[in-house]
């Protein structure tokens, strides 16, 4: 069975290396952190299936989130998971018809979502203003849920773990290793780690361990806020996902609300990307920009009043891999033979797929077919495919007109 070095302990090197694992591998995790140090704790966390386009990765999507359920039955429960209903709504006649074209099309690929009347706010989201909607109707997403990724993340090293994996943190790779042609592992703080196969799960890092191949990734590195509430009493705590026009709100655990907000992300330096690396993330939190976290609760307060009485715990500052298309990139590149790519932005409800067919790949050594179109050195699309990366670009350049 192959030896197999996987670069990252976030949310996708945790699911490469337990299905990894499971297919009879010899894994080793490294990371220049810890479990979930990075991407993976600074994270707004829900399935965003309803937001996938065009249809092949809606259904990619899908399928993670569907996987996750099995996922909970082989670790013991998927305590990680929240069902809770998704709320949107629109305020301006446009996003109104926005959200009704989007869940048209959803319901057409066969998506559980249905309109519903802003009067039931009032049992969907006890809390909730009745200044903060304004819309005519509500798209509702009965089967939605929230996702505890650092949870998730250290149930897989676990299991991984158990099933015999070698797993290390604090090593930061400055060397990628060649033999001939073909990739044969990294040099991390000044230890050589040989593998017949190496996985770049290093999330926004990634860009950076492929060139030390001699590669590149068209993948953005996007900065962004994510905020959390003190808690709130249990009556007043939130029982839905809220996807506002000005902010998203979503319950955590031990009741607090959990929010971003695009616009707000928008107003973010442009250098904000460069300090809130894997290895900066503490800091990164205590740098961010206190009017910033103040307009994120502000914001959250308008939408979810009970949050009127609560504080901001904290703030993390944290940075988004997103290739160009918003698509994933998965797979070996020709130039890089021994070095497969796993990293995708809304990698918490791809993590159970993308690991299963990563695996399947590595240790069988056949092409999955569903990963055919996000091979990384594939062409990224001239046109924004993945509607939620267009979401997070709309907001910027509303922001900035």
């Not at 009879?24 to 829900?46: E, L, N, W, Y």
């Not at 249809?55 to 039955?73: K, V």
């Amino acid at each position: 069975m192959p030896r197999v070095l996987v670069v990252g302990a976030g949310v996708l090197g945790a699911s490469v290396a337990h299905h990894l694992v499971q297919a009879g591998a010899h894994v080793t995790v490294i990371d220049a952190g810890g479990p979930a140090a990075g991407t993976s704790s600074a994270t707004f966390s829900i399935d965003v299936t309803h937001l996938k386009t065009p249809f092949s990765y809606y259904a990619l999507n899908r399928r993670g989130a569907e996987l996750h359920q099995r996922l909970g039955e082989e670790l013991g429960g998927a305590d990680w998971r929240h069902p809770a209903p998704l709320v949107q709504w629109g305020h301006t006649e446009q996003e109104q018809h926005v959200i009704r074209e989007r869940a048209e099309r959803l319901r057409g690929w066969g998506h559980a979502c249905r309109s519903a009347h802003p009067a039931e706010l009032a049992d969907l989201a006890p809390g909730v203003s009745p200044d903060a909607c304004r819309a005519d109707e509500l798209v509702v997403h009965e089967h939605a849920c929230w996702y505890d990724a650092p949870l998730f993340t250290r149930r897989l090293l676990d299991r991984a773990a158990l099933g015999g994996a070698d797993i290390r943190f604090g090593l930061r790779v400055t060397e990628v290793l060649r033999t001939g042609e073909r990739i044969t592992g990294v040099v991390a703080e000044g230890r050589r780690f040989d593998a017949d196969w190496v996985v770049n799960c290093a999330g926004p890092d990634a860009g950076r361990i492929a060139a030390l191949a001699g590669a590149s990734l068209p993948l953005n590195r996007v900065p962004g806020l994510v905020g959390e509430s003190t808690r709130l009493p249990e009556h007043d705590q939130l029982g839905a996902i809220l996807a506002t026009p000005g902010v998203d709100l979503r319950p955590a655990p031990d009741g607090r609300v959990v929010s971003i907000s695009w616009p707000v992300d928008a107003l973010l330096p442009p250098d904000a990307e460069g300090a809130a690396d894997t290895e900066g993330a503490a800091d990164a939190a205590r740098q961010a920009d206190p009017a910033l976290e103040q307009e994120l609760h502000r914001l959250g307060r308008e939408v979810f009043t009970p949050l009127r009485a609560a504080g901001m715990a904290g703030v993390r500052l944290g940075v988004r891999p997103v290739p160009a298309d918003g698509l994933p990139l998965v797979g070996c590149a020709e130039a890089t033979p021994g070095l497969y790519t796993v990293v995708t932005h809304s990698g918490v409800t791809l993590a159970p797929a993308l690991g299963l067919l990563a695996a399947r790949e590595i240790v069988g050594g056949r092409a999955c077919e569903e990963l055919a179109d996000y091979r990384p050195d594939r062409t990224p699309a001239t046109d924004v495919l993945d509607e939620s990366v267009q979401v997070m670009s709309g907001a910027a350049a509303i922001t900035a007109a």
